[in-house]
T-cell receptor, first 112, second 113 residues
Framework: NAGVTQTPKFRVLKTGQSMTLLCAQD?????MYWYRQDPGMGLRLIHY???????AKGEVPDGYNVSRLKKQNFLLGLESAAPSQTSVYFC???????????FGDGTRLSIL | DQQVKQNSPSLSVQEGRISILNCDYT??????FLWYKKYPAEGPTFLIS?????DKNEDGRFTVFLNKSAKHLSLHIVPSQPGDSAVYFC????????????FGKGTKLSVIP
């Protein structure tokens, strides 16, 4: 009963390095999302996808790229990491718009 | 400008008593509201929701009330249990089929045995 799985759970990067966060869901959901949560803040939407092969920008997209090559996977990339991207990243999925979103357990990312 | 506000960062309640978590919103286009519960080192878990056509939705110990004219909703937990200790996020959607959740900053609930 996996639901939404995020890889890795923790990562430390140096400024300027790149990395990819992987999100996988096994619920056959059409919609997938990437959020970031900073201390004392609610979750903010980075990018989202409404189906395989589609992506769109959310509230805070700068510095990130995404890809949805397969329906079950949604990748979040940082091309050149910056300390301001230190955060906890959550992936979520939903059956469609207007439906509750199901979240993974997060990736804690630190940029030094 | 925050569109969804949870003005109480924290709340402490005795076990067995009622917990009331509040949420205010400013965007009149919001028409579907959700509450999420989050434990440390875990992702948010969907708890309960309410559509703007209703003023109350109940699920076991959890009830959400919506006052559209006041742009206010509240989550009631009765009776509160120690396992309810978590951060609770209020979130809102605009329109049928909408996908972009707008979250409040959360309220940390501590239920004291």
């Amino acid at each position: 009963n996996a639901g939404v799985t995020q890889t890795p759970k923790f990562r430390v990067l140096k400024t300027g390095q790149s990395m990819t966060l992987l999100c996988a869901q096994d619920m056959n959901h059409e919609y997938m999302y990437w959020y970031r949560q900073d201390p004392g803040m609610g979750l903010r939407l980075i990018h989202y996808s409404v189906g395989e092969g589609t992506t769109a920008k959310g509230e805070v997209p700068d510095g990130y790229n995404v890809s949805r090559l397969k329906k079950q996977n949604f990748l979040l990339g940082l091309e050149s990491a910056a300390p301001s991207q230190t955060s906890v990243y959550f992936c979520a999925s939903s059956l469609s718009g207007g439906q509750p979103q199901h979240f993974g357990d997060g990736t804690r990312l630190s940029i030094l | 400008d925050q569109q969804v506000k949870q003005n109480s960062p924290s709340l402490s309640v005795q076990e067995g008593r009622i917990s009331i978590l509040n949420c205010d919103y400013t965007n009149s286009m919001f028409d579907y509201f959700l509450w999420y519960k989050k434990y440390p080192a875990e992702g948010p878990t969907f708890l309960i929701s309410i559509s703007s056509i209703k003023d109350k939705n109940e699920d076991g110990r959890f009830t959400v009330f919506l006052n559209k004219s006041a742009k206010h909703l509240s989550l009631h937990i009765v009776p509160s249990q120690p396992g309810d200790s978590a951060v609770y996020f209020c979130a809102a959607l605009t329109g049928a089929g909408s996908y972009q959740l707008t979250f409040g900053k959360g309220t940390k609930l501590s239920v004291i045995p």
